[in-house]
């Protein structure tokens, strides 16, 4: 009965990170610390995951076992029995599962894999189509791209709209338009800069990169499309409190508006823009600043995000 219970209870798991990522979307603290919360973001989706896996897995393997040591001695004491889908029971009783609950268990346990095996591979897609879509812009870069000493270090394109972005990676570029450098004063185009590396420095690509296969796995899932949503604009607001460490907030905010109004051009894929998120909530954000959590707030939520995820760890390893 044990392994059943840790089934339930990863089902409850599963459950409470949906309803959590709702609750916390709606919530107005993670603009004051988008750190602890991207850190909270991460653990719901990691937690709801690996809980809604083990409860389907649980129910389909012999005894209702989740733990991986507690599954094996089932499965070896189920094997001596004379099948994986029977279960040890008393001399003289028959061991055979009713025809309904051997294919309730089966369907749990493909269920289980199944899942598995789509985040898995929703999250390798991701990763390659991400290098790919790279390699591609690198390799335009080469052919159109120029060096500018209005934005040392960056490459300048040929394009009259304005646009900046980066490109993360190993080969990581800061890209800036003609038509940015011709809109953007001096100050302007500094503050942009420093945004753009700070997207960089952090690798925020790889904070997105899961938040966006799994919205690729569960396109018609409002949960995962919002959580997504949620996840970027927090990740700008990141780079933008980064960029406010070396240029005025006047000066970012300026940017984020002429972009605005001038109609930028869309980011390629796999890269990061600083005319990206909802820029209106950024430009409030600049306009009035809030003050960040407190220190203990902030403790308080890693260890929230901590228990969330060792919590399925435990129960599907133990």
Partial sequence: MKGLADAALLAVVAIGSVHGASVLRQASWPRRSPAAAILLWQALGLAGGLAAVGALVGLG?????VGVVRSVLHLATAFQVGGVFRVPVPVGVAGALPAVLMAFRLASLAA???????????????SVAAVQARRRQRALLTLLAHG??????ALVIDYPTAAAYCLPGLRSKIVVSVGALELLGRGELAAVLAHERAHLRERHDLVLLPFTALRRAFPRSATCAEADRAVALLVEMLADDHALRARPARELVSALVRFGTAGACATPNGALAAAEGEVVARVA?????????PASAVAAICLAAALLVATPVALLII
Avoid at 148 to 153: A, C, E
């Fill in 148 to 153: 500018d000493p209005k934005v040392p270090g």
């Fill in 61 to 65: 393997l012999p005894g209702g076992g």
């Fill in 112 to 126: 289980g894999l199944a899942l598995l095996a789509l985040l898995c591979w929703v999250l390798v897609a991701a």
């Fill in 285 to 293: 954000r600049l306009l009035q600043p809030v003050r960040p959590l």
